[in-house]
């Protein structure tokens, strides 16, 4: 059983910046892909970013590309989400998900991911 711990949120002006991040343990696969979704109230659950632990380019959702940027530490089995110029509507609850398809299904196509962090809230409001 793996077991994702997200860390990071906040609350933040517009423009400003935040961290996120995931440390992961017990997952069962070597490699596997690592990122967050994101859920708005009202709104439906949507994949941000997402990086494969084996090497390979990360996927961003179009919203958050050149603002957002996500990295690895294998040694720590830990992603981070960087989240710079953060706006108004990229508020919401995010969720560190792991898979272990290294095509970023969950991410691009909306399948299931394989396992869940608890979420953590980020908002961005003046």
């Known amino acids: 059983q793996g077991v994702l711990v997200e860390s990071g949120g906040g609350s933040v002006q517009p423009g400003g910046s935040l961290r996120l991040s995931c440390a992961v343990s017990?997952?069962?696969?070597?490699?596997?892909?690592l990122g967050w979704f994101r859920q708005a109230p009202g709104k439906e659950r949507e994949g941000v970013a997402a990086?494969?632990?084996?090497?390979?380019?990360?996927w961003y959702a179009d919203s958050v590309k050149a603002r957002f940027t996500i990295s690895q530490d294998n040694n720590k089995n830990t992603a981070y989400l960087r989240m710079n110029s953060l706006q108004p509507e990229d508020t919401a609850m995010y969720y560190c998900?792991?898979?272990?398809?290294?095509?970023?299904?969950?991410?691009?196509?909306?399948?299931?991911?394989?396992?869940w962090g608890q979420g953590i809230q980020v908002s961005v409001s003046s």
């Open positions: 998900a792991a898979d272990p398809s290294p095509f970023y299904f969950p991410w691009k196509i909306g399948t299931q991911a394989s396992h």
């Open positions: 990086i494969y632990t084996g090497g390979g380019s990360p």
């Open positions: 017990g997952y069962s696969y070597n490699s596997y892909s």
